[in-house]
């Protein structure tokens, strides 16, 4: 074996090459993995003894695309093209050997090579999209021509990979190594492709595929307007779509360019830094800088929950969807048989959509222990409160659990906003307790706020870092704060939005400027669909807010059809509502409130400008570890555009200096704690630096 950079080694077995690629973690196309194919390419076509070339990672995977972490960066010759053309114009047949995941750059690559091989397990996709590009290395130009137009729209514009079972019925390999070993098989087929004489297959020179979009061109209308819900606001989609019109309307060379001249553009645009960058923040999220691979773990091999209403029964389900038992408690009988009534519906409808057999539903089911008594929480390795959110309540909770649970049992709350230090205080194990804030609905949101209280123990952090991995959650860890990282911001901006009715913007122009601005929905409808009535009590409601008064008016949001918009029954369609604008003017005007005109800009600026600016104050208290941290919070818990970065990023793409100066404006306006401008922001602001310029910071 011969060594052509640290990355490529080229190994000859009789008439073989082998061109093995090690890069770990992902044998990403870094400059040595490029360099080393491309030399290992010409050593190949320079012995005569060489017949053929098999391409193979060690590891966990095949090439999963080019290296991220180079882009934005000055280029290192070769380029992926010079290496693609020596594989592809080769005078002998190339195999790839596909194991793990072909991705992006990876998938582009052995789309050069004549032929593919791949395990059953292997994946194959075009995700570029996800971060904000698209395949940049000739895969808009090939893809279509092997898979056709229709699934090569989906594979690129929408990034999900598909398995070798598709890949095999598409063409995409052309043999599934079923069991054994993949680069012995590789070899294997390598020398019948040379015994047996093998056409040398070009991608580029096939066009039959690509004759249905011809004579029908109404097919990538068609798709634009499938997915047009899914991708408002992203610009890639959109350029994934024309580099394959471009394949379909041009000559290979020039769809190649045309490709090459629209990746250049979201290369360089701000929504693919923006998702770049939390493609990064999301990983680097799970690092606590005092975490280390040698800190001890807990083992959790069952689980408790308490509570089975809306978040524990969503809890419960992550856990028997990984295979982990779990008991939960309730108060009495008819509350558990509601929440696993709806667990089991939540499971058949899924059946139902085919995501998993009604086997797997019974399964799952069997995995769910009921019980009424706490005391069947005496064998699990960890519980999980999510009762009430009433501190007395959850107090005299963990003051009960510490006698029922086991020594070295974690004991964590759901609370979304309550101390966890005067929870853990109940016990007389507080390294025992975290906050485990899931996000309603528990079973389908991914963020998980990972509350570290003063006392929690690095085990306990460290084994639900591990956890929240095995139940596919992405984890960021938070400290002891009213609302944690993403309430705590969220209410800030909830207190401008409800000013800015009051001022005479209306509930539907707030949520418009929101929408516009690319989440999912505004406060008012978030509210609405929350449901208005939350924390609302007949009894001590006082008028003292439109809320307030709307809930008294027997407005409690969609479900009941009437909140600060109207529903349609049948539709669930939403409409304004003047009976609502007239119960906000009457509010104001009994407040002294003149309403005025208010421009879409003062709502962007006063709903958003007060969440940077917490976020701001969040990490100079210490309560996240860095700013991107915050970004995750608020891209997978609440709906913030991830081609927006998150609010953090997105301060700083607008310039922290011009951040500041509108805060300080707004302060001086209209003043209240949270225009106050954080005095970590002010001091980046005075020394010229950036979020980035933070260390990451440890939460005690
Ligand atoms: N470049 C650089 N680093 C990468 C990378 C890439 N393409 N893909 C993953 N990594 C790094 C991650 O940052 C992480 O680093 P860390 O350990 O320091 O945090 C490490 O590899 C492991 O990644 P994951 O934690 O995500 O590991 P998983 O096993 O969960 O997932 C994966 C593996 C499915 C390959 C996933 O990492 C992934 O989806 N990667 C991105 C794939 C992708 O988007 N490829 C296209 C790149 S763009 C491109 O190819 C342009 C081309 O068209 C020219
Ligand atoms: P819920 O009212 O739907 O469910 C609470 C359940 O706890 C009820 O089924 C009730 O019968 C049960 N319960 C109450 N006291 C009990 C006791 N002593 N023993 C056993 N069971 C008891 O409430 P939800 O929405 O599930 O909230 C639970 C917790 O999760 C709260 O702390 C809340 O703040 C938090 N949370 C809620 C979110 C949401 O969107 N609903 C999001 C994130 C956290």
């Not at 082998?18 to 993995?33: D, E, Q, T, Y």
Request: aromatic share 6%; with cysteine.
């Amino acid at each position: 074996m011969t060594a052509i950079t640290d990355m490529v080694a080229f190994e000859k077995d009789g008439d073989v090459a082998v061109l093995k690629i090690n890069n770990p973690p992902v044998n990403a196309l870094s400059h040595g993995v490029r360099k080393g194919l491309l030399e290992g390419m010409k050593m190949a076509e320079a012995d005569e003894d060489v017949k053929a070339v098999v391409i193979h990672c060690e590891g966990r995977t095949f090439i999963a695309g080019a290296d991220i972490s180079e882009f934005g960066k000055p280029m290192q010759e070769p380029g992926l093209k010079e290496t693609q053309d020596a594989i592809e114009d080769s005078s002998m047949p190339v195999v790839a050997a596909i194991h793990g995941t072909a991705l992006g750059g990876g998938l582009e690559v052995a789309m050069t090579c004549h032929y593919r091989l791949g395990v059953p397990k292997a994946q194959y996709g075009q995700p570029e999209v996800k971060l904000g590009l698209l395949p940049g290395a000739g895969g808009t130009q090939r893809l279509p021509r092997i898979t056709g137009v229709q699934k090569a729209l989906e594979m690129c514009v929408i990034g999900n990979p598909i398995g070798s079972p598709e890949a095999l019925e598409t063409g995409l390999i052309d043999e599934l190594v079923e069991d054994g070993d993949l680069l012995e098989a590789a070899k294997a087929f390598a020398r019948r492709a040379v015994s047996e004489n093998w056409p040398l297959k070009k991608v580029r020179d096939r066009d039959e595929k690509l004759a249905d979009a011809k004579a029908n061109p109404s097919i990538f209308d068609d798709f634009r307007r499938k997915v047009a819900r899914k991708t408002r606001g992203f610009m890639a989609p959109e350029y994934n779509i024309r580099c394959i019109e471009a394949a379909v309307e041009l000559p290979f060379d020039e769809g190649l360019q045309r490709e090459q001249e629209l990746f250049v553009e979201v290369m360089t645009s701000l929504q693919s830094q923006a998702q770049r960058y939390y493609f990064f923040s999301e990983r680097q999220a799970n690092k606590v800088p005092d975490i280390t691979k040698e800190t001890p773990l807990r083992e959790i091999r069952k689980v408790g929950v308490l509570g089975a209403g809306t978040m524990g029964g969503g809890i419960a389900m992550n856990f028997a969807n990984a295979g982990i038992p779990v008991v939960i408690v309730e108060r009495d009988q008819e509350a558990i048989d509601r929440g696993l009534g709806v667990v089991r519906k939540n499971y058949e409808r899924t059946a139902k959509r085919g995501r998993i057999s009604m086997e797997d539903v019974d399964k799952r089911m069997e995995l769910l222990q009921p019980a009424l008594d706490k005391g069947a929480f005496a064998d699990v390795d960890m519980v999980i409160e999510a009762v009430f959110e009433d501190m007395e309540l959850k107090k005299s909770i963990f003051a009960e659990l510490d006698g029922i649970c086991r020594e070295g049992a974690i004991l964590a709350t759901n609370t979304s906003a309550l101390d966890v230090n005067e929870i853990a205080a109940m016990t007389k194990r507080p390294e025992d307790v975290i906050g485990l804030h899931f996000f309603s609905p528990a079973n389908i949101m991914r963020l998980l706020e990972m509350v570290r209280a003063t006392k929690t123990g690095q085990d306990v952090v460290a084994t639900c870092l591990k956890l929240s991995k095995a139940i596919g959650k992405i984890p960021v860890v938070v400290g002891v704060c009213p609302g944690f990282v993403g309430n705590r911001m969220l209410f800030q901006r909830g207190i401008e939005a409800n000013q800015l009715i009051l001022e005479g913007a209306s509930p539907y122009q707030v949520d418009q400027v929101i929408y516009d601005f690319g989440f999912p929905m505004g406060p008012f409808a978030m509210s609405d669909l929350a449901g208005l009535d939350i924390g609302w009590k007949e009894e001590t409601s006082s008028s003292s807010t439109v809320r307030e008064i709307l809930c008294e008016s027997g407005r409690r949001g969609q479900k009941n059809g009437r909140g600060y918009y109207v529903y349609d029954p049948e539709t669930r369609a939403s409409a304004p509502d003047q009976e609502v604008l007239d119960i906000i003017a009457d509010f104001a005007k009994s407040k002294g409130i003149e309403q005025r005109e208010v421009s879409d800009e003062e709502i962007r600026d006063r709903c958003l400008l007060p969440m940077v600016n917490e976020g701001c104050k969040i990490l100079e208290e210490g309560k996240a570890m860095r700013a991107s941290d915050i970004d995750v919070v608020w891209v997978n818990g609440y709906g913030w555009p991830v081609y927006r970065g998150g609010p953090m990023f997105w301060a700083e793409s607008e310039g922290l200096g011009n951040i500041a100066e509108k805060i300080k404006g707004f302060g001086d306006s209209i003043g209240g704690d949270h225009w106050a401008l954080s005095p970590l922001l002010e001091k980046l602001v005075a020394d010229g630096q950036g979020f980035a310029d933070l260390e990451p910071q440890t939460i005690r």
